[in-house]
């Protein structure tokens, strides 16, 4: 008996051995969640194999964390460990960058000053409120290179379950696209197309600072179509995208026949179009009103065939981002923020990767968009709130309107399109019609295409404090902050990406979290079951036994 016992026993033992030594050689995995969270995208994987050599991603996420934060840093693991097992050479450290109380105030200023911002929490627990600072942010170190990942994601009136989805859901592309820039041997070139009253380069210093991780940039000045038109062409097609950012002086035939062939050639473009001549500045300097004025460019045939048509008109709207007025003088100012209609905060539907889970996006003085029917495949990737209206130009607008409440009646006419993607295969405007000039090796029809027309130029624009730029998104007026960089950094990155990297976006996930409120009322409660559950148990258990063996040993 005793024989065939440890026979059992070896054989067990055995078969665990066996099955250990089977399972060292064989990495299998299945993810059986509803969302697939932990299946990492075909992109993903790919940017994360390029890795040939060591590469450390430091998590600042480790010591005493608020208890939301903490399920982002499990997530940011298991996402990690999922990097791990697709390349032995990523690895991954916590750290908790206040571990070193004696120098907190000197540690959070240097970690400011290399861009990581800290997120002020604020943590209820027991009944009481108390703030704190935490770092969600993690450093992807590769060879002399290090990449920022912000892990945490804020967005306007979102409450902590959203925030944390949002984040978690952006946590495989945030990390895939830190990869990536690392990995990038050779850059696309963007081309900033000057000569028709662009903006200035200062005011697009942060937007092209921040996409030269991905892409070398240059300047294409179109004033040259007139002596030269076809070394501007050339020179044009050396790029892979046009930004043309808020021009102000009308398109000749010949420049826009440059731009034809560049994009009938295969150039993308972003066009980003202010149809109505409008600043807040021209009213402060007009005394408090000024007239906004239509703006011909010459472009309206030219969007027309692609089927998008910008009118000259303003949105209104009730969904709106604040000016700042100064009443009183000299140290007796005061700067009050005040609603400023003509001026859209535009929210995002989160029907596209370009849009998906972006902050809200500051527009000033925008136009309504018309999408016209054709061949052409559009996507409306911006709209007015259904709280908006149109207005003709021209028209004189003053700050006198902040002096009664807004009809709500009259703001009827909303979902008005903001921003538009265009693909398709495209084809000259010029087609059948004579040149405004002569050109070598035009195109009549091209391949598939993408191009993206933006109804205000300013979207685009960062602001300036002393004379440099200012984060774009950034309003120092009003201290705060909007989603146009990551927007247009998207707009980019799916116009010129060919990977599919920017797909990942959609993807979501759910991350079910604890209700404060429910852990504040029923504490106690699971408290109790939690404590004394198993210990009645050991007691019912130790009687049923005891009176067990009693009633055997007494017969």
């Not at 030594?21 to 299998?28: D, N, R």
């Not at 045939?301 to 604040?322: E, H, M, S, W």
């Amino acid at each position: 008996m005793m024989a065939k016992f440890l026979i059992s026993v070896l054989k067990a033992l055995v078969a665990v051995i066996i099955l250990n030594v089977i399972g060292s050689f064989v990495s299998a995995r299945f993810d059986l969640t509803e969302d697939n969270r932990f299946t990492l995208s075909k992109p993903a994987i790919e940017a994360a194999k390029k890795f040939d050599s060591p590469v450390v991603i430091d998590i600042l996420l480790d010591g005493t964390i608020p208890p939301e934060f903490s399920k982002l840093k499990i997530e940011t693991i298991q996402l990690l460990k999922s990097f791990a097992s697709k390349n032995k050479n990523i690895k991954y450290n916590l750290v908790n960058p206040l571990e070193d109380e004696t120098q907190t105030q000197e540690t959070i200023a240097n970690l400011q000053r290399i861009g990581l911002t800290p997120a002020n929490v604020t943590v209820e627990e027991n009944g009481k409120v108390s703030q704190e600072l935490v770092f969600p942010w993690a450093m992807v170190n590769y060879k002399n290179q290090t990449v920022k990942v912000a892990l945490l994601k804020n967005k306007l009136g979102s409450s902590t379950e959203e925030r944390v989805n949002n984040s978690v859901q952006q946590l495989e592309y945030a990390f895939a696209d830190a990869f990536t820039k690392l990995n990038i041997t050779e850059k696309k070139r963007v081309a900033v197309i000057k000569g028709n009253g662009e903006l200035d380069d200062i005011f697009l210093a942060d937007y092209l600072t921040t996409i030269q991780e991905y892409y070398d940039i240059g300047a294409i000045t179109l004033d040259s179509v007139i002596k030269n038109p076809q070394r501007v062409l050339e020179q044009l097609k050396g790029f892979d995208l046009a930004i043309i950012a808020k021009p102000t002086e009308a398109f000749s035939d010949g420049e826009k026949y440059v731009m034809d062939q560049f994009i009938v050639n295969g150039g993308k473009s972003i066009w980003l179009m202010d149809q109505v001549a409008m600043e807040v500045d021209s009213i402060f300097k007009g005394g408090g009103s000024a007239m906004a004025i239509p703006r011909d460019l010459n472009l309206n045939d030219f969007f027309f065939k692609y089927g998008v048509r910008i009118n000259p008109v303003l949105v209104n709207d009730l969904y709106f981002t604040q000016i700042v007025l100064a009443t009183g003088e000299g140290n007796d100012s005061q700067y009050n923020p005040v609603p400023w209609y003509y001026n859209p905060m535009v929210f995002s539907r989160n029907n596209h990767p370009i849009n998906t889970n972006i902050e809200a996006v500051r527009y000033q003085f925008a136009n309504a968009m018309d999408v016209l029917e054709n061949d052409y495949q559009k996507t409306v990737l911006l709209r007015s709130s259904p709280l908006s209206k149109t207005e003709g130009t021209p028209k004189q607008i003053g700050l006198n309107i902040l002096d009664a409440p807004p009809n709500k009646e009259t703001y009827n006419n909303g979902n008005q399109a903001l921003a538009v993607l265009i693909e398709g295969k495209f084809a000259s405007m010029f087609k059948n019609r004579v040149k405004p000039i002569q050109l070598e090796n035009t195109l009549e029809e091209g391949e598939a295409n993408k191009m993206i027309v933006i109804s205000d130029g300013d979207v685009i624009k960062n602001q300036l404090r002393n004379g440099r730029p200012l984060e774009l998104g950034y309003d120092k007026w009003t201290n705060s902050s909007y989603g146009n960089k990551e927007f247009l950094i998207n707009c980019i990155n799916y116009l010129l990406d060919d990977t599919g990297l920017i797909n990942i976006r959609n993807k979501k996930v759910s991350i079910p979290l604890l209700d404060v409120e429910k852990i504040v009322e029923q504490k106690a409660k699971w408290q109790l079951v939690n404590i004394g559950v198993p210990v009645l148990l050991t007691l019912v258990l130790g009687i049923f036994f005891g009176a067990y063996r009693k009633r055997k040993y007494a017969s």
